[in-house]
């Protein structure tokens, strides 16, 4: 017998996005910077992405047609402060008549005001490794609130400040000495004429850090300021963290060293945003590979559902706010595992809503096929794929299919 499982009836049911992974051209950011030195960490620039800064009407268009209620982008400050306390009107007219578009289809916005990418400016003055830095970024996120704030449904200042410390455990990346003198780094430094450039997430992480826990108090403060009245919050890259036995003292450094310090100041915001996509293992001495057997995702870690439920549990426990799930999905060629992957994880969010977890939402990562950060355009987690050259979208199964759930907030079968 087929089961349906019902959500709340506010239910926020997204997907999500990110400015530099769709927008294409962002010229006056870190990342395009880096993207086009000599030994550069990315496999290929981003160049056009989806050519979402000009065809956003019919894409916010589609992602209502398809049945959703909200739609998670970032507003990218590199293009609205493109030089230092020089703001682009144009650029935030821009994010407005998104926002209004957003409306208009009855998709609540849910904005990022930082999502990886910052202007090159800022990398120059060295980014998130200066403390003081962080009152820059709220001066931005005092005048992006000031014009966009009364269109905004939902705030996230940060995304995933916490990734860098993430990646760096899991040995994804080089340690705080080597990316300081990695020769990308230097070459970098050179073309904007500065002894410095710290990108995020290839920067020291442990000045950044600190930057970040500072920033994100001070953009509460500016964005609270502004006009609109919309919970506020920050999002971090959440593993399920497990132990193999006698891991269990790494498992929780593991924690406390990459969630807990964060989640410590979430415990002041209105939300918490959790981003899940597989679970990571800890033995004796440290992470452990993917256990043998377990399907891989396209960036090599485990096919693992079930690690958001954990992490909103984790989360919400941690914490006592509500959550936001802002990310969740997976980089694969296989559209029929993306189902199984999201249908799964969504039986964890509705086990969580019935143990009366606050679980405000869910946004899947990701709505296109985009740029993937330094592995280029090689995984795929959208629910519509992108031609590169036409920039035609096609549907995807699953992007049908979810749109189904979220029309019907529920989860049949
Ligand atoms: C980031 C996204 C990224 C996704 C998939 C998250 O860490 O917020 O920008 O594309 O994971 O790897």
């Not at 705030?155 to 993430?166: F, K, S, Y």
């Not at 990108?199 to 994100?216: E, I, S, V, Y």
């Not at 096919?303 to 969740?328: K, Q």
């Not at 899947?364 to 590169?388: C, H, M, Q, T």
């Amino acid at each position: 017998m087929s089961e349906t499982r019902t959500f709340p009836p506010s239910f926020w049911w997204g997907v999500a996005g990110a400015a530099h992974q769709v927008e294409g051209g962002n010229v006056n950011s870190d990342s395009w910077v880096l993207e086009h030195v000599p030994d550069s960490p990315f496999a290929e620039p981003s160049g056009d992405a989806c050519d979402h800064y000009h065809r956003y009407p019919q894409d916010i268009a589609l992602i209502a047609s398809l049945g959703f209620n909200a739609y998670r982008f970032s507003i990218e400050w590199a293009r609205i402060e493109p030089e230092e306390g020089e703001f682009s009107y144009a650029a935030l007219e821009h994010y407005r008549r998104m926002l209004a578009a957003c409306h208009e289809h009855h998709l609540t916005p849910i904005v990022t005001y930082h999502h990886f990418t910052s202007p090159r400016w800022f990398a120059a003055k060295g980014g998130w490794e200066v403390l003081d830095n962080a009152a820059r970024f709220a001066r931005y996120c005092d005048r992006a609130t000031a014009h966009l704030g009364d269109l905004i449904g939902a705030a996230c200042t940060l995304n995933e400040p916490n990734v860098g410390l993430l990646i760096q455990r899991m040995g994804y990346m080089p340690p705080d000495d080597v990316l300081l003198n990695a020769p990308y780094r230097r070459a970098a430094a050179r073309a904007v004429g500065s002894d410095t450039f710290a990108a995020f997430p290839n920067c020291r992480q442990a000045p950044a850090r600190d930057t970040f826990l500072q920033a994100h108090r001070l953009a509460v403060e500016a964005i609270k300021a502004g006009p609109g009245d919309f919970p506020v919050g920050m999002t971090l890259a959440m593993v399920d963290h497990q132990a193999v036995p006698g891991g269990e003292a790494a498992r929780d450094s593991a924690r406390r060293a990459i969630d807990d310090i964060f989640l410590d100041v979430a415990r002041a915001d209105d939300f918490i945003g959790v981003q899940t996509y597989s679970r990571m293992r800890h033995g004796p001495d440290g992470p452990l590979p993917p256990e043998d057997g377990v399907e891989l995702t396209q960036m090599g870690y485990e096919f693992w559902p079930e690690a958001l439920e954990a992490t909103i549990r984790y989360a919400a426990g941690y914490t006592g706010r509500p959550v936001l799930v802002t990310e969740n999905g997976i980089g694969t060629e296989d559209d029929t595992r993306r189902i199984e992957y999201v249908r799964r994880a969504l039986a964890g969010v509705h086990r969580c809503l019935q143990d009366g977890i606050d679980v405000r939402g869910y946004c899947y990562w990701s709505v296109f096929d985009n740029f993937e950060w330094s592995l280029g355009y090689r995984p795929k987690f959208g629910l519509i794929a992108v031609d590169r050259v036409t920039q035609t979208r096609t549907l995807k199964p699953s992007a049908e299919w979810l749109g189904s759930v979220a029309r019907q907030n529920a989860l049949v079968g």
